[in-house]
């Protein structure tokens, strides 16, 4: 009891001189501070431009090779894009004409079906209200062009991200060079990404697209990696015991096992799609994003409210469906 | 059927394991080596050989090196130095193709986290390693089936490992090693995860396994009581070394030193000795046909004959020929033993 008494007291002590040395660190600080504005207080009044300004821009020279470089591109294998750009084009019009031509109380069944089986009875019905109002909005027509430029930039993410994602989950090398690459990707400011789009593509849905992946698709190659790296080190040991050769290893045990953090970071494609597909609506993407945007141009409010809480209803749709279907995965095939 | 041979085998961790090597560290021993060159040895010169056919027992308290050991049979660790041969092939020259076929076909393990595929349903985990061998559909279903059927969990082949007992997940890790037929069967603190009394039944049932299947057995353990159960022959394993080897009535009665002595404190010798070792010359050929034992069964088992018969118990050989007698006095003194190490204890 003593003891503990005695402990107790030095801690006081301690956190005692600890205060003090806390009053001199915060002191220094305080009196640092107010010199540095004094001095920043007396070199404006000088007028002093060798220090409030930099010596040197560097801006220039970069920013000039990077348009060459892009000229270079765009010039050189215009035929390249452009191609693709028409195919891109073509499909897009496709699906877009097929989600429009069928008529709308089969689409909502459809998606009322799905989110009843895939999640619960609720999500089918309240998908099922929520697209209905889409339709008393007058924003279906919208709402299919999105989903039909959404619906190809994440196939193309998921197609190119989960293998770069295998790949970085085998190679600690490939995983250490995509981690900054990745990173760059996700703080990057949304709308600096529909300029390549422009570059390569002009304006239009095939920018979007672009421009919808490369913002996209980072999830989608983190959680396969995470999910592949995270699966039990004693169940992948046992799948090597009993001579599975690195693929076998891959294909039997470690993706399906990762399937389940897989999924998430396929829904987050999808969400982070859907944003994108709107911000996109200013390189003349179509959809509930051109709605806002044209709206909020001409100055009508309730318009762009309107189309701006379509996207939202859309958004929780897709993401309640998504989020279903991955729980009940997670329950029949619990991991332990 | 098949031999292994393990020779000089060192498994040194750390980032320059070839420094123990050397002539002034050689003799050093495994804490002088940890402070002085951060360097952990894992197994230091093991030597050991494994008959075919029988459960040979690697015992020893954690960090002795026995996982260490059964997990460099089967390369899941790479040995710094010595050789494993298996069927006169040293397993640690394979490439990765004779490696890998060497995992399918000869060796099959056992995990002590059981290591099951949790998506994949009983008979998918147990027909895995044919799956993997490129067996067809049908033919690995019915053998996983079969198997399946050796360890008991008919019924359950539909059934995911997250819906099974403890006991039941290691039978199906078991059936999963045992479907590929494996000359050589590893087990990895098989039953450790398993609650006592499960444990218990599983070590009876692994032995009565044993005696349909035949296989050679490497079993590791820390559980020197198990050993005894189910080992033909026992290593026991301390600092990377193995200490004391031998059959499990030469362990408990004639410890090595006093390490191996105070594992074996609370065994009962009845239950380790053989009847051949208290048997006396008969006095004559005539012998009551109601209670005969063999040489080769342990006292332990024969002290109910003792209960119903007076006279000295009469000990038979396979060939129905009388080999011996083991008189009453013999078998209380051994239990007298046993007793007063059991009362010395408290």
């Not at chain 2, 026992?234 to 002595?261: C, H, K």
Request: aromatic share 8%.
């Amino acid at each position: 009891m003593s003891v503990t008494l005695e402990k107790e007291k030095l801690s006081t002590q301690e956190s005692k001189e600890n205060d003090k040395s806390y009053i001199i660190k915060y002191g220094i600080s305080l009196v640092v501070f107010v010199i540095v504005m004094g001095l920043s207080w007396v070199i404006h009044l000088m007028k002093i431009t060798q220090i409030t300004d930099f010596p040197v821009n560097f801006s220039p020279p970069v920013t000039n090779a990077i348009d060459d470089f892009v000229d270079f591109l765009v010039v050189n294998f215009a035929w390249i894009f452009d191609w693709m750009s028409d195919q891109a084009k073509v499909l897009i019009g496709k699906i877009r004409d097929f989600l429009i031509w069928v008529p709308w109380p089969f689409t909502i069944l459809a998606i009322m079906y799905t989110g009843w089986k895939v999640a619960s009875r609720n999500v089918g019905i309240g998908s099922a209200i929520a697209l209905l109002l889409l339709g008393l909005f007058n924003l279906w027509v919208s709402a299919m062009v999105t989903i039909a430029i959404m619906v190809i930039a994440v196939l193309i993410s998921i197609v190119i991200g989960i293998p770069l994602g295998i790949i970085a989950a085998s190679s600690n090398r490939f995983d250490a060079a995509i981690k900054p690459i990745l990173d760059g990707m996700q703080t990057m400011p949304s709308f600096v990404y529909l300029v390549p789009g422009i570059m390569f593509f002009g304006l239009g849905n095939v920018a979007a697209i672009l421009a919808t992946v490369l913002y996209a698709i980072p999830p989608c190659i983190r959680l396969t990696n995470l999910g592949i790296r995270q699966v039990d080190i004693a169940v992948v040991e046992a799948g090597t015991a009993f001579g599975s050769n690195r693929m076998q290893l891959l294909t039997k045990v470690q993706i399906p096992m990762a399937i389940p953090t897989i999924m998430a970071g396929i829904n987050q494609t999808v969400m982070m799609a859907l944003a994108m597909v709107t911000i996109a609506a200013m390189v003349g993407a179509g959809g509930l994003g051109a709605d806002v945007f044209r709206a909020m141009g001409q100055l009508e409010q309730g318009d762009a409210v309107i189309a701006g809480l379509g996207i939202v209803v859309l958004a929780i749709v897709i993401d309640r469906i998504s989020q279903g279907y991955i729980n009940n995965r997670n329950q029949t095939t619990s991991i332990e | 059927m098949s031999n292994i041979e393990i020779v000089n085998l060192w498994k040194v961790f750390g980032n320059d394991p070839e420094i123990v090597f050397e002539p002034e560290n050689i003799n050093k021993t495994r804490s002088e080596i940890q402070d002085e060159f951060n360097q952990v040895v894992a197994l230091r010169n093991v030597n050991l050989s494994i008959n075919p056919g029988e459960t040979f027992v690697v015992m020893g308290l954690s960090g002795s090196g026995k996982s260490t050991l059964v997990r460099a049979l089967i390369r899941l660790i790479d040995p710094t130095s010595g050789s494993i041969l298996i069927n006169n092939q040293d397993v640690l020259q394979y490439n990765n193709q004779e490696l890998e076929n060497f995992r399918r076909h000869t060796v099959a393990m056992v995990f002590q986290h059981f290591g099951l595929f949790p998506h994949r349903t009983v008979l998918e985990n147990a027909a895995y390693g044919l799956e993997v061998q490129k067996v067809d559909t049908e033919a690995r279903n019915q053998k996983a089936l079969e198997v399946l059927e050796l360890v008991g969990l008919s019924g359950w082949e539909s059934s995911y490992p997250s819906e099974l007992s403890g006991g039941m997940q290691q039978r199906v890790g078991i059936a999963r090693a045992l479907a590929v037929e494996p000359d050589i069967l590893l087990m990895d603190e098989p039953f450790s995860g398993l609650d006592p009394l499960i444990r218990r039944q599983m070590r009876i049932e692994l032995k009565k396994l044993q005696q349909t299947i035949q296989k050679t057995i490497v079993f590791i353990t820390h559980d020197l009581d198990e050993a005894i159960t189910v080992g033909d022959r026992i290593a026991i394993m301390r600092d990377g070394e193995v200490t004391q080897l031998g059959t499990p009535e030469e362990i408990v009665t004639n410890p090595a030193n006093s390490f191996v002595e105070e594992f074996t404190f609370d065994i009962p010798k009845t239950r380790v000795t053989s009847v051949s070792n208290i048997m006396v010359k008969p006095s004559s050929q005539e012998f009551d046909r109601r209670y005969v034992v063999a040489p080769e069964s342990i006292v332990e088992d024969m002290i109910p004959l003792v209960l119903e018969t007076g006279d000295p118990i009469p000990v038979v050989d396979s060939k129905d020929e009388l080999v011996g007698v083991v008189p009453q006095e013999k078998i209380l003194e051994l239990v007298a033993q046993s007793a007063r190490q059991e009362y010395s204890e408290e």
